[in-house]
């Protein structure tokens, strides 16, 4: 049976009270309970629904539309088309089939769906190239109007100059990133292993979540000029890209977002615009009909949002004697189309700039995109940064095997280092301020009992039969944790119970529960009697936060606006003993006592009382509070931990069939602290559960000669269905981040990113052949032991 | 070059024109799904026959041929209101009497994330007319804690977050009531089953099945 085992290293006695205890997410009860409110689930007196008339075509012109029998439906209130409504949809043009070309708004989403397929549209089909291979193609059609090939090299940074710290200080524009001389790099090497044709492909997980938005123009909101309600974690820059479509003022603007459904990136909740016209769609037929407009993607949307999107990489790399990477070159391309952003720099940035930091002198990216038609939504999660660590962990296999040495060892000598140059989001230069992934090799190999099962690089040779077992590692890279501020406002009440308010969204993975247990820690009361006010632009900002990086990011604040209200609060307390100032005194769940003299306490009734001045008042301290507000600005020296880990898999391949079963993952993250462990493995399982099958499965079936969606179902999607993976699960606790107040680390958004490495390491040491293409198919395992 | 092409868009197949094909359809997907059940579980978990299949979509054709006020009793609760023959019960339960905590994934029959019990079987809601569970005691996610007082079932899925989004979340527990409710300690055959027809996006199946191990 598939099971999930835990364990923790090197975790030390801790003084907390709360802090590295388990606890149950804190937004659990509205989850079981159906209380929790998604975007899907807000309706609003007269709201209206629309839907989306797709493109049949993947190139097309829009000649002309007839709407006049879809207006003829009863309950239709509005047909929107790139005719009347240039705004919305830019041009008449369809870029890849299924491309939302128009729109209709009616009384319910039934009669929406049905008008839509009364609007007739006259096209001129154009020429098309639907993957990024033929894309390149020196006849392929050209997909965007005023470029000349589908192939473009993203701008970048070349950083130089170091300084004496050994810092690159300096950036100049470039179209590569990097530093040093690589060919000179290349000359100093005494090993040098190139891997070219690396594919990498990756299929989202299909399952609809009822995403888009709703807005309300004329809103009910007092004051308010607009309100969306969508699916977001960052809630801030959400309302600042939907208040854009019309122009409304932020501060008459407001944006609901309580609950966010886990469709990372494209699904909105990073502003992902995935189909990017359903804000427009709803805020200008909001704003025209004066209604609230709801529009959510249909089944067939979300499906073509999941659909795969693929890169190709290659990768070489210069060792010194011993195994001390160098030089590094990679040019990483990314299958480009619709909607396609950033993606292609978090590849290269984790996989090449930054999970072999430790040595590398030498270093020059590339990173390009070839466009098709196509709709390319990136990632769930991983953000694009598993297409860089899965082609740099091929080589690196690669390059351990043409050594002689143990890959993991190899491994463990360059891995990311504490100071190491570090690429950071957008912005050149950073530092990394926490290490770990040698002690994560350590205990992923100590777990399996690495040493006696891998064998060697002979090992696959040696190995008979028709089923044959393998094992491989891989490194768990991610360049989650960003340095922007989020602010915190905390409360406290004379009860005894406190509060925090953020506008923070949530997609489930515990930082609104992690938040809540630093501030009990600092205060030194019980976490249960916390709570948390969020899910809205009405309330203090934050950045887009998800699972750990959220806690990492947002704990600042909250430990800063928590230890804000202790001093108020102790203050007050301290004038009810003789002579003491608020450091003679101390806290805990039931009141403010003298250090010297614990027993001696006053409630927290007792001390609000003293917030007012007229004796009378005294006694009625019930009514009052202690607020503390912290913002978190950039860190000193731009330093960010990142996420670091390890992981092996172990399976069996069948040599007749090429079926891969009995697959074992363990999987280990340096954490840090573990502020709330089970929190921690939950995102470690579920990020081997999701990155592993992710690579094993075919991905869907479309229409070769326009791109067409054809595979509309989910019952036999292999990774939304498994049950089957065994998952090991081990929080390395080392040093974290030492700027961070508990020393945390982020370890949940690169969770995916190494196991379809592993598994193809894996997949290598049972049969002896490299499969460097996704997805590991029986097809494409067959075909590399030369069967088909 | 450029082709040029005088074209009439033609739409997929929606849920309208999929519900108003007739409860046929309906009914077509349901023995679909059962024989895929029938073909997986283990000898002791029960599943309706295609026989009571058949039965169930005779009586859907009936009730769509009559349509109008229609009583339903929900949460212990009973509902009289008017119902197009084409309403799905999902779109009634949301819509008409606001119980939300009744997610809508694919609206069609595969992702189990409108799971209800209809007289104590799990039921999606979704592919069910609203028409046709007249009379039926329906349970939504809604209707399972008493008051303050959690379902054990629920408490099971809060003390363990099995969860991440918990969109899937509401449809899964009724799974596991159901299960549960037949037997408080299953087998991991038993719960495999049971969570088999649930898919979640973004939380981990070895947690789910785990959680509802423990049992009641
Ligand atoms: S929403 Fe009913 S089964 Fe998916
Ligand atoms: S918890 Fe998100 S879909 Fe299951």
């Known amino acids: 049976m598939a099971e999930t085992y835990k364990e923790t290293f090197g975790a030390k006695d801790y003084p907390y009270k709360v802090l590295g205890k388990n606890k149950p997410n804190i937004t659990a009860a509205d989850r079981v309970t159906g209380k929790a409110m998604f975007d899907y689930d807000y309706y609003l007196n007269g709201m209206l629904f629309s839907r989306s008339v797709h493109s049949p075509h993947p190139s097309a012109k829009i000649i002309s539309m007839d709407t006049s029998k879809a207006e003829a439906v009863e309950g239709v209130r509005l047909v929107l088309t790139p005719f009347n409504y240039p705004d919305v949809f830019y041009e008449p043009r369809a870029y890849f089939a299924g491309h939302e070309i128009a729109a209709v708004v009616a009384d319910t989403q039934d009669i929406a769906d049905y008008a839509c397929n009364l609007v007739e549209v006259e096209y001129e089909k154009l020429p098309h190239v639907l993957n990024m291979y033929d894309a390149m193609k020196s006849d392929a059609a050209i997909v965007w109007p005023d470029a000349e090939q589908n192939l473009e090299t993203s701008e970048a940074g070349f950083f130089s100059e170091k300084t004496p710290e050994g810092l690159y200080a300096k950036r100049v524009n470039s179209p590569v990133q990097g ?117 959510h993607y249909n089944y067939h949307e979300e499906m073509q949002i999941s659909n795969y999107w693929q890169s190709l990489t290659r990768v070489k790399l210069g060792f010194k004697e011993g195994g001390i990477l160098h030089a590094m070159d990679m040019t990483h391309t990314t299958e480009s189309g619709k909607n396609t952003y950033t993606a292609e720099r978090n590849a290269v940035r984790a996989g090449g700039m930054l999970a072999y930091n430790r040595n590398i002198q030498h270093m020059k990216l590339v990173t390009r995109h070839a466009s098709a038609h196509r709709l390319i939504i990136f990632s769930y999660v991983g953000y694009g940064t598993m297409d860089g660590v899965f082609a740099v962990e091929m080589a690196m296999d690669q390059a351990a095997e043409a050594m002689g040495m143990d890959p993991i060892k190899l491994r463990q000598l360059n891995s990311m280092k504490k100071g190491g140059f570090d690429c950071a989001w957008s912005r050149p230069m950073a530092y990394c301020s926490a290490e770990g992934h040698a002690e994560c090799f350590d205990a992923v190999a100590a777990s399996t009992n690495w040493a006696s099962k891998w064998g060697g690089w002979n090992a696959p040779n040696t190995k008979t039969g028709v089923v044959r077992s393998g094992i491989g590692a891989g490194q768990k890279t991610h360049t989650g944790g960003g340095w922007n501020g989020s602010a915190m406002l905390c409360k406290m009440f004379p009860d005894g119970t406190f509060e925090l308010t953020s506008s923070m969204g949530d997609s489930g993975q515990g930082e609104p529960t992690g938040n809540l247990m630093m501030a009990a820690e600092v205060l030194g009361i019980p976490y249960e009697r916390g709570s948390m006010i969020r899910g809205s632009t009405g309330f203090p900002y934050s950045i887009y936060l998800g699972g750990s990086t959220g806690t990492w990011n947002l704990g600042y604040s909250t430990w800063e606006a928590a230890q804000n209200v202790r001093k108020q609060v102790l203050t007050l307390g301290a004038q009810l003993f003789d002579n003491a100032t608020f450091e003679d005194v101390d806290m805990d769940a039931d009141g403010v006592f003298l250090k010297t003299n614990p027993t001696d306490k006053k409630t927290y009734v007792q001390c609000f009382a003293k917030l007012q001045t007229a004796p009378a008042f005294e006694n009625r301290g019930g009514s009052y509070e202690v607020a503390g507000y912290a913002y978190r600005r950039a860190l000193k020296g731009l330093c960010v931990p990142r996420e670091k880990g390890a992981c092996i898999w172990e399976l069996d391949v069948d040599t007749e069939t090429g079926g891969i079963s009995n697959l074992r993952a363990t999987t280990s993250d340096n954490v840090g602290f573990a502020m709330n462990p089970d929190a921690l493995y939950n995102q470690q399982s579920q990020g081997a559960n999701h990155g592993g099958p992710w690579s094993l499965w075919g991905g869907a079936v479309t229409d070769p000669s326009s791109g067409k969606l054809l595979s509309y179902n989910w019952i036999y999607d292999y990774p939304s269905t498994q049950m089957d993976i065994t998952t090991t699960c081990i929080l390395v606790e080392l040093a974290g981040d030492e700027s961070h107040p508990f020393g945390a680390t982020p370890a949940s958004e690169g969770q995916p990113n190494p196991h379809a490495a592993a598994i193809s390491n894996a997949i290598y040491n049972a049969i002896g052949k490299r499969v460097i293409h996704t997805p590991f198919t029986p097809a494409n395992i067959l075909k590399a032991l030369g069967k088909v | 070059m450029a082709e040029e092409e005088k074209e009439v868009k033609k739409g997929g197949v929606s849920r309208r024109d999929f519900i108003k094909g007739s409860g046929i359809v309906v ?107 007249a009379g039926m005691n329906i349970v939504t996610i809604e209707g399972l804690a008493n008051g303050p007082n959690l379902h054990p079932v629920q408490k099971l899925f809060l003390e363990n977050s099995t969860f991440q989004c918990g969109y899937c979340t509401p449809g899964m527990i009724m799974s596991a009531v159901a299960l549960l409710d037949k037997t408080s300690r299953p087998t991991v055959d038993q719960v495999k089953v049971a969570l088999s027809g649930n898919l979640c996006y973004c939380s981990d199946y070895n947690r789910q099945v785990n959680t509802v191990l423990k049992g009641v």
Request: hydrophobic share 40%; net charge neutral.
């Open chain 1, 179 to 295: 530093f040093g001389d690589v060919e000179q790099g290349f000359k100093e090497c005494d090993h040098i292993i190139e891997v070219d044709d690396i594919r990498h492909a990756m299929q989202h997980i299909p399952v609809s979540k009822g995403r888009g938005i709703m807005v309300d123009y004329n809103s009910s909101e007092p004051s308010k000029l607009v309100t969306y309600y969508t699916g977001s974690k960052g809630l801030y820059a959400d309302r600042a890209r939907n208040a854009g479509v019309l122009g409304v003022p932020l501060g008459k603007s407001h944006l609901v977002s309580p609950y966010a459904s886990s469709f990372w990136g494209p699904g909105h909740i990073f502003g992902g615009p995935s189909f990017e016209r359903a804000n427009r769609i709803a805020s200008f037929a909001s704003r025209d009909l004066g209604k609230p407009v709801s529009h």
């Open chain 2, 27 to 133: 009914g077509g997907a349901a023995i679909g799904s059962t024989v895929l059940a029938v073909a997986c579980a283990p000898a002791e978990v029960e599943v309706p026959g295609p026989t009571q299949v058949v039965e169930k979509t005779v009586e859907i054709v009936k009730q769509v041929a009559a349509p109008g006020v229609t009583t339903l009793t929900v949460n212990g609760r009973s509902h009289t209101l008017k119902v197009e023959p084409e309403w799905t019960l999902a779109f009634v339960l949301r819509e008409k009497l606001g119980l939300v905590g009744l997610k809508v994934g694919c609206d069609r029959g595969e992702c189990g994330t409108c799971n209800i019990l209809v007289d104590g079987r799990t039921s999606l809601a979704c592919t069910m007319l609203a028409v046709e569970s």
